[in-house]
């Protein structure tokens, strides 16, 4: 069996596998062998066939089995054996295979396209400066932070007299244009709303100071002022089903519920942190805060750098030249709804995902960059404090941090996502040690206007 490479440029090449009758033939003779002692033929005993009905019967299906693992295993063998770095996956080749005839050869060539990774060169000096963004934790977003929390862990309770956000249940009566039942009409049992949020004023004004069973004439069409899902969920019908409702209809109001926020104090703190916090004082709980919000905004300034850095990092490597054809044809091939014209759109940004891909990995093999359990362990306790953090929960014990991120390690996919992303953070890492950081401090609107948001 032989191998031979031709490269067409510095990025494409054909490799041809030549296959001799010596390089089979034994093997496809133990192949009918085998199949002989196994094979069921009508009129012969089990293994008792005579070996030349079988080699006729199966000798070429045999043949074309062996021929098929023989020159796959050799292809990737070849690739890996030469470390030739290949892009996609091997393809047929359309212009030099010739016809292969299993009936009539006993010669064998097969020639497959590959797509090579082009060469990365790349260097990061102190010469390279590098914005890296911290985000101020001001006094405002503090005060949102605490009004958010003082909305999660409020209460409910009864009211007499109706003000402000408070919620109202009661019953429905639809009236005709004299005001009085409709003959017919709907009747709504047990209906919710809020005033506070209708649409018009007006509507809105007619609820000021009405008690638990007063009745109160108003227009819930008015009232949503054209939202067909506020009025179907007043008046609960279908959406499609609103337009025929514009009437007044008399409500009877049965019940007046009252939220009411949380109030600052060591319930509360205990409520957000745990019953074993040492949070005690409100300036303690405002600190705590603004620790829990700077932890939550620290990965935004990472994520801005990793951009900045694969900017600098494209920029130093300048046109790369990408075995175009190659790849969409593999594309158009391997993936199931791709067309030339989708290829086309997509070929942009995939070659410039790809340029990332081959920068890290040159970065990964020239400073022997590597990934353990400890690694992945600690992005899996990060992305677990994050979860729990969007919630106000900053104080989570290290063994429940643990005990979730082992659970989501078990997870093929999750790990696969978190070994890349150790391998991105270990590569940003080593680049953030060789440029200069120009370390800026910056408000979070105009952090997110950096990002096009």
């Known amino acids: 069996m032989n191998v031979l490479q031709q490269n067409i440029d510095s990025v494409n090449a054909i490799i041809k596998i030549q296959i001799e009758q010596a390089d089979y033939q034994e093997k496809v003779q133990k192949a009918i062998r085998n199949i002989r002692q196994k094979a069921n033929i009508p009129g012969f005993r089990p293994g008792m066939a005579p070996a030349s009905l079988v080699k006729k019967m199966y000798e070429k299906s045999a043949l074309i089995e062996e021929i098929n693992r023989m020159v796959s295993e050799k292809l990737f063998s070849y690739i890996r054996e030469n470390n030739l770095q290949i892009l996609g996956e091997p393809l047929p080749n359309v212009t030099e295979q010739q016809e292969i005839d299993f009936n009539a050869q006993v010669d064998f060539e097969f020639c497959f396209d590959i797509g090579l990774a082009p060469a990365i060169d790349i260097a990061f000096s102190k010469k390279d400066k590098v914005p890296f963004y911290q985000i101020e934790v001001t006094d ?219 920068i890290k990995e040159k970065i990964v093999k020239d400073n022997d960059i590597q990934v353990n359990e400890e690694d992945l362990m600690e992005i899996a306790k990060v992305d677990t404090k994050m979860q729990f953090a969007q919630y106000g929960l900053n104080d989570i014990p290290e063994e429940y941090l643990i005990q979730y991120a082992q659970e989501m390690l078990k997870k093929k996919e999750q790990a696969r996502g978190f070994v890349d992303r150790a391998i991105e953070e270990k590569v940003f890492a080593w680049i953030k040690s060789q440029v200069t950081l120009q370390e800026k401090s910056i408000t979070r609107d105009e952090f997110y206007k950096l990002l096009g948001e």
Not at 231 to 260: C, M, N, P, Q, W
Not at 273 to 297: C, F, H, N, P
Request: glycine content about 8%; overall charge negative.
């Open 140 to 358: 405002d977003m503090v005060e949102e932070q605490i009004k958010a929390n003082a909305q999660r862990f409020g209460s409910t309770q009864s009211a007499d007299t109706f003000e402000g956000k408070d919620m109202l249940k009661g019953d429905l009566i639809e009236l005709d244009e004299q005001g009085n039942e409709k003959e017919g009409g709907l009747k709504v049992e047990a209906s919710m709303m809020i005033p506070y949020y209708f649409k018009d004023e007006a509507e809105t004004a007619k609820f000021e100071g009405v008690k638990t069973g007063d009745s109160i004439v108003f227009n819930p069409s008015k009232a949503s002022a054209g939202s067909d899902a506020e009025l179907a969920h007043i008046l609960r019908v279908k959406k499609e089903e609103v337009a025929g409702y514009t009437s007044d209809f008399k409500l009877t109001i049965g019940e007046i519920t009252r939220f009411t926020s949380a109030e600052m104090g060591e319930e509360l703190y205990k409520k957000v942190y745990g019953e074993d916090t040492d949070v005690t004082t409100e300036e303690a709980y405002r600190a705590k805060i603004k620790e829990g919000i700077s932890l939550m905004m620290s990965p935004e300034g990472e994520y801005k750098f990793g951009l900045d850095v694969k900017a600098l990092a494209e920029k130093k490597v300048g046109d790369i030249q990408f075995p175009q054809e190659f790849l969409k044809r593999w594309l158009i091939e391997s993936k199931e709804g791709k067309t030339e014209e989708s290829v086309d759109e997509e070929m942009p940004k995939m070659l410039k995902e790809l340029t990332w891909h081959l």
